[in-house]
């Protein structure tokens, strides 16, 4: 029996991961499977794991107020110390670019275990941009045994760094597993309180504008910018904007001094993961900084303008599913009215064909572990 040691920390790295650990959780023959987590966010990852039935079995619960990069990453690299020397797994799994993922990983290398990286290969190649991400991902593909890529484009990115082709396998985004699951489920929560509650908010047959935005290197002007788009979008459209606002004080204060008392722009707090994926499914665009709504909107037919100004997610931009906008407000406006305005454009880009995978990644990680000798 293989020992599987599954780590994340984070609301985006649990929803990338739950496919996986139940996809192991599903052969008990095969494989002893446990979760550890760092609750490097601590209410939004609690919010997934009830969604997707995980009960971990490691928690290091190390959120703190004002936590910097410092004492999280030697946290999370002292915390796993004690769980690695107790389970010793085969395997280590971690996803993508958080700090939990670089120092879980470096933790899992230090132990001896195989370090597995879904997600691997994403890169912008500016170690800023996005800040810490960008090289925690490095960081973790230079310490990582196999490296689970969802694209042939992140394939290439670790081919070009010397990684031997094979260590790689091309899975598909553990993402799009997630939202299949997700949006059936999402079907059964009819009287879900939150869903109810933006049911309440939403105007019946006016078009509707979903925003995120957290990014640290928007923070600032960045931040000024996007809000100052916004409110020239409601203003000169009429279209319906719902902005669940992270709790950061870097966003919250920029957002709600521009943003708030407009009646077409309803800023409401951070959603469940239920919650906004039923969100997104009711959106006609979205307009976002994050990197997991860039590969999820495709597969429900959703534009998407990304307020960045690189993207390690270059795929969705080939395939026209999404538009880098920066914190250009001139361009947020411009491009956000052309696909409101037009219609031909927004049925062309809302039907591509989704470069991110089929729904069944994590099938295919499970599959290469269990017949690798």
């Given at each position: 029996?293989?020992?599987?040691?599954?780590?994340?920390?984070?609301?985006?790295?649990?929803?990338?991961?739950?496919?996986?650990?139940?996809?192991?959780?599903?052969?008990?023959?095969?494989?002893?499977?446990?979760?550890?987590?760092?609750?490097?966010?601590?209410?939004?990852?609690?919010?997934?794991?009830?969604?997707?039935?995980?009960?971990?079995?490691?928690?290091?619960?190390?959120?703190?107020?004002?936590?910097?990069?410092?004492?999280?990453?030697?946290?999370?690299?002292?915390?796993?110390?004690?769980?690695?020397?107790?389970?010793?797994?085969?395997?280590?799994?971690?996803?993508?670019?958080?700090?939990?993922?670089?120092?879980?990983?470096?933790?899992?290398?230090?132990?001896?275990?195989?370090?597995?990286?879904?997600?691997?290969?994403?890169?912008?190649?500016?170690?800023?941009?996005?800040?810490?991400?960008?090289?925690?991902?490095?960081?973790?593909?230079?310490?990582?045994?196999?490296?689970?890529?969802?694209?042939?484009?992140?394939?290439?990115?670790?081919?070009?760094?010397?990684t031997s082709e094979d260590r790689i396998l091309v899975t598909g985004?553990?993402?799009?597993?997630?939202?299949?699951?997700?949006?059936?489920?999402?079907?059964?929560?009819?009287?879900?309180?939150?869903?109810?509650?933006?049911?309440?908010?939403?105007?019946?047959?006016?078009?509707?504008?979903?925003?995120?935005?957290?990014?640290?290197?928007?923070?600032?002007?960045?931040?000024?910018?996007?809000?100052?788009?916004?409110?020239?979008?409601?203003?000169?459209?009429?279209?319906?904007?719902?902005?669940?606002?992270?709790?950061?004080?870097?966003?919250?204060?920029?957002?709600?001094?521009?943003?708030?008392?407009?009646?077409?722009?309803?800023?409401?707090?951070?959603?469940?993961?239920?919650?906004?994926?039923?969100?997104?499914?009711?959106?006609?665009?979205?307009?976002?900084?994050?990197?997991?709504?860039?590969?999820?909107?495709?597969?429900?037919?959703?534009?998407?303008?990304?307020?960045?100004?690189?993207?390690?997610?270059?795929?969705?931009?080939?395939?026209?599913?999404?538009?880098?906008?920066?914190?250009?407000?001139?361009?947020?406006?411009?491009?956000?009215?052309?696909?409101?305005?037009?219609?031909?454009?927004?049925?062309?880009?809302?039907?591509?064909?989704?470069?991110?995978?089929?729904?069944?990644?994590?099938?295919?990680?499970?599959?290469?572990?269990?017949?690798?000798?």
């Open positions: 029996m293989k020992k599987i040691l599954v780590v994340f920390g984070t609301r985006p790295e649990a929803i990338k991961m739950a496919p996986l650990v139940k996809e192991f959780q599903k052969n008990s023959v095969d494989f002893d499977t446990k979760v550890c987590v760092t609750a490097q966010h601590r209410e939004m990852l609690d919010q997934v794991l009830e969604f997707y039935e995980i009960e971990p079995d490691f928690d290091l619960d190390l959120m703190k107020p004002n936590q910097n990069l410092y004492s999280l990453t030697s946290d999370i690299i002292v915390g796993m110390k004690t769980i690695l020397e107790d389970f010793q797994p085969d395997y280590v799994f971690v996803h993508g670019d958080t700090t939990t993922t670089m120092a879980a990983g470096i933790a899992g290398f230090y132990s001896g275990a195989q370090v597995c990286h879904i997600e691997a290969g994403l890169r912008t190649y500016n170690k800023r941009a996005p800040f810490p991400e960008e090289l925690n991902r490095q960081i973790t593909g230079r310490v990582a045994d196999y490296h689970f890529s969802p694209t042939i484009t992140s394939k290439q990115n670790l081919l070009q760094e010397n985004n553990t993402v799009i597993d997630a939202l299949m699951f997700s949006v059936e489920k999402v079907k059964q929560l009819e009287g879900n309180q939150e869903i109810e509650f933006l049911k309440s908010i939403i105007t019946p047959n006016r078009d509707l504008i979903l925003v995120t935005g957290h990014r640290r290197e928007n923070h600032g002007q960045g931040f000024l910018n996007i809000c100052t788009a916004l409110k020239e979008i409601a203003e000169t459209t009429g279209v319906q904007i719902i902005y669940p606002v992270h709790l950061n004080p870097n966003v919250q204060k920029p957002v709600y001094d521009i943003l708030g008392g407009i009646d077409n722009i309803k800023l409401i707090d951070p959603l469940s993961y239920p919650a906004f994926i039923w969100l997104m499914n009711q959106s006609k665009l979205i307009i976002t900084d994050s990197g997991g709504v860039q590969e999820e909107a495709p597969s429900l037919g959703k534009p998407v303008l990304v307020m960045r100004d690189t993207t390690e997610r270059p795929e969705a931009v080939e395939a026209g599913t999404v538009l880098l906008v920066g914190t250009n407000a001139n361009l947020i406006v411009k491009e956000a009215t052309s696909l409101l305005s037009d219609h031909h454009r927004y049925e062309k880009m809302s039907a591509l064909h989704n470069p991110y995978g089929d729904g069944k990644a994590s099938e295919r990680v499970v599959e290469f572990i269990l017949n690798n000798n």
